[in-house]
């Protein structure tokens, strides 16, 4: 039972290098997010994906974009990295969808990307 | 926006002591609550959830939660700590419309004396 699987697991990238981190969800769940997590400051809300084909902005978008491939996956992309997006990214899912089926977040494993 | 606020970045307690993280959302409208756990190097895993129904919840490894209304609160408790309880705890909350957006605390660190 994977649940939500992240690649890579550690990236160290040079300032002005672009990357995807990839995320995919074996769970059927509707909504997938990507966070990002620094000391002290808890997750905060890069993107986020209501149900296949749509996304949008959460608290801290700027730098990143998203592809909601699939269903199952969700991928975030940085064009060109900067040092301030050094930082520890996780992917979420849950399966939102109407009343009644509401369902806690379920996280990857992380992604812990370095910015040189 | 939802905000969500953990007192205290850091507490500390003894081995068999009670834990007690606090956490206050803001909110007219009672939103979901969870607690998660993250342990060094790892993703988070959902200790306990709030949706309807009884407002207290018991979790996994022995911890608990009360859903207080008119003190908008969710802290989380246990008993009698455990070296293996130490981590990173996070409160989240969730608004009920359609959509599941997540907000989460600062996060509490617990560390367990032996």
């Known amino acids: 039972n994977a649940g939500v699987t992240q690649t890579p697991k550690f990236q160290v990238l040079k300032t002005g290098q672009s990357m995807t981190l990839q995320c995919a969800q074996d769970?059927?769940?509707?909504?997938m997010y990507w966070y990002r997590q620094d000391p002290g400051m808890g997750l905060r809300l890069i993107y986020y994906?209501?149900?296949?084909?749509?996304?949008d902005k959460g608290e801290v978008p700027n730098g990143y974009n998203v592809s909601r491939l699939n269903k199952r996956e969700f991928s975030l992309r940085l064009e060109s990295a900067a040092p301030s997006q050094t930082s520890v990214y996780f992917c979420?899912?849950?399966?939102?969808?109407?009343?009644?089926?509401?369902?806690?977040?379920?996280f990857g494993q992380g992604t812990r990307l370095t910015v040189v | 926006a939802q905000s969500v606020t953990q007192l205290g970045s850091h507490v500390s307690v003894s081995e068999g002591a009670l834990v007690l993280l606090r956490c206050n959302y803001s909110?007219?409208?009672?939103?979901?609550l969870f607690w998660y756990v993250q342990y060094p190097n790892q993703g988070l895993q959902l200790l306990l959830k709030y949706t309807t129904g009884a407002t207290l919840v018991k979790g996994i490894n022995g911890f608990e939660a009360e859903f207080k209304k008119s003190e908008t609160s969710f802290h989380l408790t246990k008993p009698s700590a455990h070296m293996s309880d130490a981590a990173e705890y996070f409160c989240a909350v969730s608004d009920r419309p359609v959509f599941n957006k997540f907000y989460f605390g600062s996060g509490t660190k617990l560390n367990v004396k032996p």
């Open positions: 979420a899912s849950n399966g939102s969808g109407g009343w009644g089926r509401r369902t806690e977040a379920f």
């Open positions: 909110s007219s409208v009672p939103p979901y």
């Open positions: 994906s209501a149900s296949e084909g749509t996304t």
């Open positions: 769970m059927n769940h509707n909504s």
